[in-house]
């Protein structure tokens, strides 16, 4: 099973700044087959990114994730309050699919 | 509206069983793998299993392998997963969510989820 771990563990910015969101793999993430997805407290996951760098639909080009094999990161170019959520990434390329543990981004 | 909607969450004691379903409307759902991912209670996201649009390549996490069934229905455009054996480590919010690519397999990525469905197991 391929264990993403996601850092840092909490992130603590303003708006208008820019975050920047890790995942590294325990092994190499087939055809950077990676998501992520951004949760907000009582809802459901979003799809925000999925083969390492394309945005889904809808989400908006500040959004943007980048990397393959055992290092990504998801970009957030400038903050609004709105992004301030839970970022989780997923590996879908092998069996079992594996999630993050995910990065809180809080408002500093 | 592409929309999924679970229902079937309870409050259940060790050992038990449940049914889980999520009745899928505004695509066209035999297409399309569908997963169950759970979420226990302030912790991440867990994937559980995956059936392919057939029918026909279930898929799951070695933690509910054996006590798990997951099947659809096409013609009633509805998911199911068949929960038996429940520990309290089972207790989470259920979500049912659509793969993004109608493509043989199963997994993500997930383009639609439900709003979840709450499995309590407690004595």
């Known amino acids: 099973e391929i264990v993403l771990t996601q850092s840092p563990g909490t992130l603590s910015l303003s708006p208008g700044e820019r975050a920047t969101l890790s995942c590294r793999a325990s092994?190499?993430?087939?055809?950077?087959?990676l998501a992520w997805y951004q949760q907000k407290p009582g809802q459901a996951p979003r799809l925000l990114i999925y083969?390492?760098?394309s945005r889904a639909t809808g989400i908006p080009d500040n959004f943007s994730g980048s990397g393959s094999g055992t290092d990504f990161t998801l970009t957030i170019s400038r903050l609004v309050p709105e992004d301030f959520a839970v970022y989780y990434c997923?590996?879908?390329?092998?069996?079992?699919?594996?999630f993050g543990q995910g990065t809180k981004l809080e408002i500093k | 509206e592409v929309q999924l909607l679970e229902s079937g969450g309870d409050l259940v004691q060790p050992g038990g069983s449940l049914r889980l379903s999520c009745a899928a409307s505004?695509?066209?759902?035999?297409?399309?793998?569908m997963s169950w991912v759970r979420q226990a209670p302030g912790k991440g996201l867990e994937w559980v299993s995956a059936?392919?649009?057939?029918?026909?390549?279930?898929y799951y996490a070695d933690s509910v392998k054996g006590r798990f069934t997951i099947s659809r229905d096409n013609s009633k455009n509805t998911l199911y997963l068949q929960m038996n054996s429940l520990r309290t480590e089972d207790t989470a919010v259920y979500y049912c969510?659509?793969?993004?690519?109608?493509?043989?397999?199963?997994?993500?990525?997930?383009?639609?989820w439900g709003q979840g469905t709450m499995v309590t197991v407690s004595p």
């Open positions: 969510a659509k793969r993004l690519i109608a493509a043989p397999g199963g997994g993500g990525p997930f383009d639609i």
């Open positions: 997923q590996q879908y390329g092998t069996s079992p699919n594996t």
């Open positions: 505004g695509f066209t759902f035999s297409s399309f793998a």
């Open positions: 059936l392919s649009g057939g029918g026909s390549n279930t």
């Open positions: 092994q190499s993430v087939s055809s950077s087959y």
């Open positions: 083969g390492a760098s």
